[in-house]
């Protein structure tokens, strides 16, 4: 089941467990550390390609080392970058996250070449021909809100792709303009804050439903411990978490996303769909970094 995955890539350089920046120059010991393809567009990639999927990923990347290093690991992921484009002179995004001992991840960012994504940059005939696609970051890869692309969206949908999109920063003015994209996607996956600020309500049923009326077919919202929130037209669902032993959140919304999508390219109503992205979050969360925990559909599933 072909996937396109759109928008942010980022290499993750992560180190556990981590309490406190030392001061001056002074050494820290620590557990772990390990480099990883995350992003909105490359770890739900990478992800999907766990759960079963052929997939291709769109997006920008720079020139540099770390440029290098994320074509590689993708690729060894199973993960077709021939799509990705590097920008002469432009730095790879990358992100040093510090993970404290209960799984919280502070993180230290570059954008880089992500910022300068645009239509020009994509593989339009691959995206026509994918069963679904799933936009990652539209928050932060402006020249993406192009009519063109919206079009684009429109025609894959019309031909029985299924379009979802995800999020990535926590700016209001960055979320606001995202909201374009609404009427061209199928279902959008915010977390709890970032559907908040979206959308300049107080909670996050109004939230949900605020963005349900400007067009997607559903809109569910990760709450972290708490679990997910799925609304659509027929009504509201809370989706409960899955106990695990957390050592490190990043890239559970990105597994979430994965698990979704391949919940309903196999058929599963929405509700079902968001509970196979639960447990994909869940797996993630066992492990460093946003690639870890996930290793299969069938293991995923075992969770439910």
Excluded at 140 to 153: I, K, N, R, S, W
Excluded at 174 to 179: I, K, Q, W
Excluded at 259 to 274: E, K, N, P
Excluded at 277 to 284: I, L, W
């Amino acid at each position: 089941m072909t996937v396109v995955t759109v928008g942010v890539h980022i290499v993750d350089i992560l180190a556990r467990p981590v309490e406190h920046i030392p001061e001056g120059q002074d050494t820290v010991l620590v557990d772990q550390i390990r480099l990883t393809a995350a992003g909105a567009a490359a770890g739900t990639a990478v992800d999907l390609v766990k759960l079963g999927h052929d997939v291709v990923t769109m997006g920008a990347i720079g020139d540099d080392e770390l440029g290098d290093f994320l074509l590689m690991i993708l690729a060894k992921r199973g993960v077709d970058v021939s799509r990705l484009v590097r920008r002469p002179g432009e730095q790879t995004a990358a992100s040093i996250l510090p993970i404290r001992p209960d799984g919280g991840r502070p993180s230290f960012h570059v954008p880089g070449a992500n910022l300068g994504v645009t239509y020009a940059d994509l593989d339009t005939e691959t995206l026509l021909r994918a069963r679904a696609i799933h936009l990652g970051g539209m928050d932060v890869t402006f020249g993406l809100g192009d009519p063109a692309f919206f079009e684009l969206l429109d025609t894959a949908r019309a031909n029985g792709a299924v379009v979802t999109m995800d999020l990535l920063s926590e700016l209001p003015d960055l979320l606001g303009m995202a909201r374009a994209f609404l009427p061209h996607v199928d279902y959008v996956l915010p977390n709890e804050s970032q559907a908040l600020l979206t959308t300049g309500t107080d909670d996050v049923e109004s939230a949900a439903r605020a963005l349900l009326a400007d067009g997607p077919r559903g809109v569910l919202v990760t709450l972290g411990e708490a679990g997910s929130l799925v609304v659509t037209e027929d009504g509201v669902r809370q989706v409960p978490a899955l106990k695990t032993d957390v050592a490190d959140t990043t890239g559970c919304g990105d597994a979430y996303c994965a698990g979704f999508v391949t919940g309903l390219l196999h058929d599963q109503d929405v509700l079902t769909a968001a509970r196979w992205g639960t447990a994909a979050a869940a797996r993630v969360a066992t492990g460093l970094g946003s690639d870890a925990g996930l290793t299969d559909l069938d293991s995923t599933l075992a969770l439910l």
